[in-house]
């Protein structure tokens, strides 16, 4: 149902900076192709000129003005049913925890938390609530991540024995903003290797163990916008303003590079580089390996295609990767996002706006009781854990085992981001 014939869910969006933006942007597609359930009544930010920026755009878009206001407690007298917590990631669990308690559905940016421990705050006040809680993980609803998924469970190329995810580029440019250089306020290899690790588990079910080398390799970063007024770094191009007021210049702390060997509960065995400080060559693969052949994906959010290498046949990479998968259907939201419920392919600009548009669908389903969420409090957890386990590991030279992650017996690196939060 697309939300005409029920009462409006009042939501806000707490965080107003890029992806705050983003998500509204995103709401706005959502609402485009029909599915209005939600009703954009509050942007809140504690810097109000930001919360103004998202609340003016959104007027242009729902041709109503949410109400901008700096704090929940203001946000509790506009009166809301759900909250998308878009803050930056050492705000997640404070507001999260509250916005539970005060029983508003609750959907999270990634990382769901800043440290495992942040994440089973979370993770406990979403058990104690009648509240749903939802973390926004968009890279696995990319329709093309949907494919690959089905592709996988056809056992096309037969049982899965290996991975090799590798994701390397950076040179000493700044990620999009200073903080994901901080290690105390969520670093590079959790703000994009949390992607990574749902992305792993999606495909490949939970990880069990990590071996990681880890490296800081440029501890200054360089942010052009602030010289030229061009930016080097700027998903969906809405973060320029901010980078233009950022230091030209400053000292990374967070490890920018990490080397892996992951095993999985099923036997798989991972290969991970994720280096965000590589010069020369830049690559990207994830490649899976089976019994039967290879599967190739695509970067997430590209609509670029699936290669499938199946012993004695030759390379499919169109839409035949469809009749190996006759029962494949994206969901209904997807569907009427990217026009089509079997795609093989997309060449959307407004990828970004779809992806998250698919988010916003799904929790309103969920708080509407017609489904349940997909990525919940405990797999936003484990994403968590799988970042900080290379992390630990990288500060131990110990093989980490994730059930020492989940229960934070193992907090070695991440003792001192969580008494910098008072965790
Ligand atoms: N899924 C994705 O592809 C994706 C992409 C970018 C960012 N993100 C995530 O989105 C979150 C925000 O990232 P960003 O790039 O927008 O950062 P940003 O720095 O551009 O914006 C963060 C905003 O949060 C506000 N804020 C801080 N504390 C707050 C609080 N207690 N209450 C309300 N607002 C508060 C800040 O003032 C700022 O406006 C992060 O968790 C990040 O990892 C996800």
């Known amino acids: 149902m697309r939300g005409d014939s029920m009462d409006k869910i009042r939501l806000a969006i707490v965080g107003c900076g890029g992806m705050g933006h983003r998500h509204m942007y995103g709401l706005a597609e959502l609402h485009r192709v029909g599915w209005t359930r939600f009703d954009l009544v509050g942007a809140c930010d504690p810097v109000l000129a930001n919360a103004e920026s998202l609340a003016a755009q959104a007027e242009e878009r729902f041709g109503q003005k949410p109400a901008v206001v700096g704090s929940l407690e203001e946000l509790a007298e506009v009166g809301v049913d759900a909250v998308d917590v878009t803050t930056t990631p050492p705000y997640h669990h404070t507001v999260a925890v509250e916005t539970l308690e005060r029983g508003w559905h609750t959907m999270v940016e990634k990382p769901m938390g800043l440290t495992v421990r942040a994440c089973n705050l979370i993770r406990r006040a979403a058990d104690a609530s009648d509240a749903i809680l939802s973390v926004a993980e968009n890279y696995r609803r990319d329709p093309m991540n949907r494919l690959a998924k089905a592709l996988l469970n056809a056992e096309v190329i037969g049982t899965p024995r290996f991975l090799i995810h590798h994701a390397i580029g950076g040179t000493n440019r700044m990620t999009i903003s200073v903080w994901r250089h901080q290690k105390d306020q969520s670093g590079v290899l959790l703000d994009v290797g949390v992607h990574f690790a749902d992305m792993m588990e999606y495909l490949l079910g939970e990880i069990d163990t990590v071996y990681a080398q880890t490296r800081l390799h440029e501890p200054i970063r360089h942010n052009p916008a602030a010289v030229t007024g061009e930016s080097s770094s700027n998903p969906a191009g809405v973060y320029t303003k901010w980078q233009r007021k950022m230091p030209a210049e400053f000292e990374a702390t967070a490890e920018d590079a990490a080397y892996a060997t992951l095993t999985f509960k099923n036997g798989?065995?991972?290969?991970?580089?994720?280096?965000?400080?590589?010069?020369?060559?830049?690559?990207w693969l994830r490649q899976i390996h089976g019994s039967q052949g290879s599967m190739t994906l695509p970067g997430d959010r590209s609509g670029g295609i699936i290669t499938l290498n199946i012993n004695g046949q030759e390379t499919i990479n169109d839409e035949r990767l469809l009749d190996?998968?006759?029962?494949?259907?994206?969901?209904a939201v997807t569907a009427d996002l990217f026009g089509g419920d079997r795609l093989w392919n997309y060449t959307f600009t407004q990828g970004d706006a779809?992806?998250?548009?698919?988010?916003?669908?799904e929790f309103a389903e969920a708080i509407a009781g017609n489904r349940t969420v997909e990525v919940d409090a405990?797999?936003?957890?484990?994403?968590?854990?799988?970042?900080?386990?290379?992390?630990?590991?990288?500060?131990?030279?110990q093989i980490v085992q994730m059930d020492q992650m989940l229960d934070e017996s193992i907090n070695t690196y991440q003792r001192e981001i969580d008494e910098g939060l008072g965790i």
Do not use: M
């Not at 190996?324 to 969901?331: E, G, S, T």
């Not at 779809?354 to 669908?361: D, H, L, P, S, V």
């Not at 900080?388 to 030279?397: D, F, K, M």
């Open 354 to 361: 779809k992806n998250i548009a698919i988010e916003y669908g």
């Open 378 to 397: 405990y797999q936003g957890t484990r994403s968590v854990a799988v970042s900080y386990a290379i992390l630990e590991s990288g500060a131990t030279g």
């Open 324 to 331: 190996l998968v006759p029962d494949f259907r994206l969901d």
């Open 268 to 283: 798989v065995v991972g290969q991970y580089i994720e280096e965000h400080a590589a010069w020369g060559q830049g690559s």
